[in-house]
T-cell receptor, first 115, second 114 residues
Framework: AQSVTQLGSHVSVSEGALVLLRCNYS??????LFWYVQYPNQGLQLLLK??????LVKGINGFEAEFKKSETSFHLTKPSAHMSDAAEYFC?????????????FGKGTKLSVKP | DAGITQSPRYKITETGRQVTLMCHQT?????MFWYRQDLGHGLRLIYY???????DKGEVPDGYVVSRSKTENFPLTLESATRSQTSVYFC?????????????FGEGSRLTVL
């Protein structure tokens, strides 16, 4: 069965610093991978996704993630943090061709941005 | 307005009472989902539906009932609420399902069971 591990429940960075949120997955078959963001008191929204093709995926708000099969990782990065990036970020995985309900979320990483 | 809406946004109830959380989407998406979000657990799938009259259990279905008589509505019922069901509940929809498509989430329903 597939699973997702997000390293670090809280990450704090200074405004303008690099953002790195870590996600590792386990899957016996090629996965589809997602990052979602949740702003306070809101639902989740898709930041970016990897299905097939290019392993470096660009998303909204300057975020990107790289699928590294050898490391079973899909880390989220942004070169320069902005105050508006403060939110909770969820990595998620599903199996290609798997059950349509089978989107498994990590436990989330809360990002704080200091001025 | 177009989108996915949940009601009520906030609900306080007592142990043993029946509670229904409503979810309505205007996109005619085939797939709909119910998740619960708890500190330390992230999001866990309760039930999902691939189409009207088709529902299936997720990771944590016990104590919940769903129905999908119309494509646009996917209510979640707690038949006899327990304190462990205190949580934030999110409804989501997708045109292509959770495996390959983007999920669109409602703003959540915060339920407190006393």
């Amino acid at each position: 069965a597939q699973s997702v591990t997000q390293l670090g429940s809280h990450v704090s960075v200074s405004e303008g610093a690099l953002v790195l949120l870590r996600c590792n997955y386990s899957s016996s078959v090629p996965p589809y991978l997602f990052w979602y963001v949740q702003y306070p008191n809101q639902g989740l929204q898709l930041l970016l996704k990897y299905t097939t093709g290019a392993t470096l995926v660009k998303g909204i708000n300057g975020f990107e993630a790289e699928f590294k099969k050898s490391e079973t990782s899909f880390h989220l990065t942004k070169p320069s943090a902005h105050m508006s990036d403060a939110a909770e970020y969820f990595c998620a995985v599903s199996l290609y061709g798997g059950s349509q309900g089978n989107l498994i979320f990590g436990k989330g990483t809360k990002l704080s941005v200091k001025p | 307005d177009a989108g996915i809406t949940q009601s009520p946004r906030y609900k306080i109830t007592e142990t043993g009472r029946q509670v229904t959380l409503m979810c309505h989407q205007t996109w005619s998406h085939s797939y709909m989902f119910w998740y619960r979000q708890d500190l330390g657990h992230g999001l866990r799938l309760i039930y999902y539906s691939a189409a009207a009259d088709i529902t299936d259990k997720g990771e944590v279905p016990d104590g919940y009932v769903v129905s999908r008589s119309k494509t646009e509505n996917f209510p979640l019922t707690l038949e006899s609420a327990t304190r462990s069901q205190t949580s934030v509940y999110f409804c989501a929809s997708s045109g292509r399902g959770g495996a390959t498509g983007e999920l669109f989430f409602g703003e959540g329903s915060r339920l407190t069971v006393l």
